[in-house]
């Protein structure tokens, strides 16, 4: 996905939801902080989203631009509506979030250290691919990684699992 594909999916969200500020967790929030980033980072179809004060209105999104909609076969590229769940980061990421103005519209999304936990906890292939160039491009580092991590409420996630899985990820990037 380019920046210009990731700015024609957060306009035709904001059109659905009928609101101007968007949140963006997913893999794509890279090119809100780096709008050159590095391909393999950009490798994703999907913009993950929520209308930020009507979360709610992301399956309207979903269902009009979602994934095998007309608009994804049309243009290769397409919204996926979440909810401010579906991404697990510290609980003070909204202090460290980026705001980037596109017109009347407003994008937030997260630092990409809290980005990086959230890839930490759902511990998947891509998201071990995703981290790993993230460390190697220097984007992120691994003590703030770390830091961001011993965050989370541990009575919910696995916390000593997580940086064990991040650690790996770290010396894999750096191999």
């Not at 967790?25 to 950009?42: I, T």
């Not at 961001?148 to 000593?160: F, T």
Request: charged content about 25%.
């Amino acid at each position: 996905m380019t920046f210009a594909e990731l700015v024609h999916v957060l306009r035709a969200a904001a059109v659905i939801a009928n609101e101007t500020t968007l949140v963006v967790v997913g893999s794509q929030a890279v090119l809100l902080h780096f709008a050159n980033a590095h391909p393999e980072l950009c490798a994703s179809r999907e913009v993950d989203l929520y209308p930020s004060m009507h979360p709610e209105r992301a399956d309207l999104i979903d269902g009009a631009i979602g994934a095998w909609s007309r608009f994804d076969e049309t243009f290769g590229h397409h919204a996926d509506g979440v909810g401010p769940e579906t991404a697990v980061m510290p609980a003070d990421r909204i202090n460290r979030a980026r705001f980037t103005y596109i017109g009347e519209l407003t994008a937030i999304c997260p630092d990409m250290h809290d980005l990086a936990v959230s890839k930490a906890v759902a511990a998947r292939d891509k998201d071990a691919d995703y981290v790993r160039v993230l460390l190697r491009e220097k984007m992120i580092e691994i003590g703030t990684l770390r830091e961001r991590i011993n965050m989370l409420d541990s009575a919910q996630y696995p916390v000593a699992s997580v940086l064990a899985w991040a650690n790996r990820r770290a010396l894999e990037a750096h191999t």
